[in-house]
Each structure stands twice: as structure tokens, then as C-alpha cells.
């Protein structure tokens, strides 16, 4: 008789802890939690604007080329803007006059950096207003060359004006 109720009682035992861990386990599997997260995305946009009403260059004069960024997009943004000649040539006898107080001067990676975050909607003051050709250039050096004007731009959520550079080396790390 007492090797019964020692039987039952074990028996009862394991049922209770065989019934504690099925409901753990079952517990486990099928409890979920649900956290929705909204995440919009910013679209960064920006597009250059040029006045540049007379390309024909003269030796010892100088042509009109205004260069702004406009941020079209729906994020505020840094610019950074690279200026290239087609001709080294021409490239060797001209002198580009650049705005360096809103604007950087060239940097190593070849680009001129806006100094502030450029609003949606609005235009960066122009970084050049006027190429300038030196007394001694020949026409020969002057003959079909262009000024290409490159830009790039970058959120600067969670940046402040003067973090220019900050904000594009965020880009490769």
C-alpha cells in the first residue's frame, strides 16, 4: 500500500511538472508582441541653376557664369559642387572667380562645400559668378571648351551648419 501511494504520488508529481513545462513551452511559442514603427523616408533632390548668358570667351575678358544649388527635394540638405574643364588648355589660362565666404575653397577630393544646410525650396548663394581669361591666352586655347559643374548633396538630419564635411564622410564609413 505504501509503495502504491509512493507510485501515485510520483505519477501525480511528473504529471504536474510534465503539464508546468507544456504550458511554459506553449507559452513561449505562440506569445507574440507587436510594435508597429512608422518610418518615412526623405527624399533628397537638387538641382543646379546657371546664368550664363554670353560663352564666348575673349582673351583678357571675362564671362558671366553664376552657379547655385537649388534643394528641390522634401529634406534639408547639404551641397558640395565640383568645377571641371574640358580643356586644359583653357583651364590653364582661366581664372574662376569663387565665392569663398558661403562656399569652401576646393578641397582634396575636389570638391567646394556649401557652408550651411540648404532649406527645401531654397537656393545656395552662388559658389562662382564669373570666369575670368587671362591677357596671353590664344583663341586656339579657348576654341570648344566647356565648365562642368557636378553636384552632390546629403541629409543633414542630425547635423548642424558647419557640419558639411561630417555629413558626406558619414556616406562611406
Not at 507544456?22 to 513561449?28: E, L, R, S, V
Not at 564669373?130 to 553636384?151: G, M, P, R
Amino acid at each position: 500500500m505504501k509503495r502504491k501511494k509512493r507510485v501515485m504520488g510520483f505519477l501525480v508529481a511528473a504529471v504536474f511538472v510534465g503539464v508546468l513545462l507544456c504550458t511554459g513551452i506553449y507559452a513561449y511559442l505562440t506569445g507574440q508582441a507587436e510594435r508597429v514603427n512608422q518610418l518615412s523616408m526623405g527624399e533628397n533632390v537638387i538641382e543646379t541653376e546657371e546664368e550664363f548668358p554670353d560663352p564666348d570667351p575673349k582673351p583678357g575678358g571675362s564671362v558671366k557664369k553664376v552657379v547655385k544649388i537649388k534643394n528641390t527635394g522634401d529634406v534639408p540638405c547639404f551641397v558640395r559642387t565640383q568645377v571641371l574643364f574640358s580643356n586644359g588648355e583653357a583651364e590653364a589660362v582661366s581664372t574662376i572667380d569663387f565665392n569663398t565666404e558661403d562656399w569652401t575653397e576646393r578641397q582634396e577630393d575636389g570638391y567646394h562645400y556649401y557652408k550651411y544646410i540648404l532649406p527645401v525650396g531654397e537656393s545656395s548663394t552662388a559658389l562662382m559668378t564669373a570666369i575670368k581669361i587671362a591677357d596671353n591666352a590664344h583663341l586656339e586655347d579657348l576654341k570648344d571648351f566647356q565648365v562642368i559643374v557636378y553636384s552632390e548633396s546629403v541629409q543633414s538630419e542630425g547635423y548642424q551648419d558647419g557640419d558639411f564635411l561630417k555629413a558626406f564622410e558619414s556616406l562611406t564609413d
